[in-house]
């Protein structure tokens, strides 16, 4: 395995806003059933901006890292640029990661988009799977979303998906995984 960056070394010795929100306002929990990695990020938003974000993660140094990288990311953006944060954005904000922890990434990116979801759904808004909050296939979108599960299902031998790794733009799918 190829060793890790030393900002990846950084973050996991140093983890940035780890712990709990008091009363979030948009809560994100994955986890990968394969690895065994789980996280969970909170998000607290004023003005349609993320001012704090704190996370919980069980899992490798990589995973960790990740989701330390993540919330120094997301705070102080609007949640319409927190939404354009990409798995790669993450591995590159930490000097890459070796392609066998790509994985961690892309369960950022979901945590990160399902604390978003959360929020928007507790505003009474809906996103759209492909991360558009208006967007005009969300049935193509849907579907393409369930095709890629059932596939990455059907290729690693699960009964069902393991959250929404690779759901970018209407199906470009970005994400590097390893075992």
Same mark, same amino acid.
């Given at each position: *395995?190829? +060793?890790?960056?030393? !900002?990846? *070394?950084?973050?996991?010795? $140093? ?7 008091? &009363? +979030? &306002? ?10 065994? &990695? ?5 998000? !607290?938003?004023?003005? $349609?901006?993320?001012?704090?974000? !704190? ?7 990589? %995973?960790?890292?990740? #989701?330390? *990288? ?11 640029? %927190? ?33 978003? =979801?959360?929020?928007? #759904? ?13 967007? +005009? ?5 849907? &579907?393409?979303?369930?095709? =890629?599960? !059932?596939?990455?299902? %059907? ?11 690779? @759901? @970018?733009?209407?199906?470009? @799918?970005?994400?590097?995984?390893? %075992?």
């Amino acid at each position: *395995m190829e +060793p890790y960056s030393e !900002k990846v *070394m950084d973050h996991v010795r $140093n983890p940035r806003n780890v712990g709990e929100i008091a &009363d +979030p &306002d948009g809560v994100g929990e994955v986890g990968n059933p394969v690895c065994g &990695d789980m996280m969970r990020l909170g998000i !607290k938003v004023r003005d $349609n901006r993320i001012v704090d974000a !704190k996370f919980q993660t069980f899992g490798c140094g990589a %995973a960790i890292a990740v #989701s330390s *990288m993540l919330t120094e990311m997301v705070i102080g953006k609007t949640i319409e640029e %927190a939404l354009r944060i990409s798995n790669r954005m993450v591995a590159e904000a930490l000097n890459g990661l070796p392609p066998v922890k790509m994985h961690c990434s892309a369960l950022g990116e979901d945590a990160l988009r399902a604390a978003i =979801r959360d929020y928007l #759904s507790r505003q009474g808004c809906e996103l759209c799977v492909c991360g558009e909050l208006d967007c +005009p296939h969300r049935q193509d979108c849907e &579907d393409r979303r369930r095709t =890629r599960e !059932k596939a990455h299902a %059907a290729a690693h031998g699960h009964a069902h998906g393991h959250g929404e790794h690779g @759901d @970018d733009k209407h199906g470009d @799918d970005e994400t590097e995984e390893g %075992a």
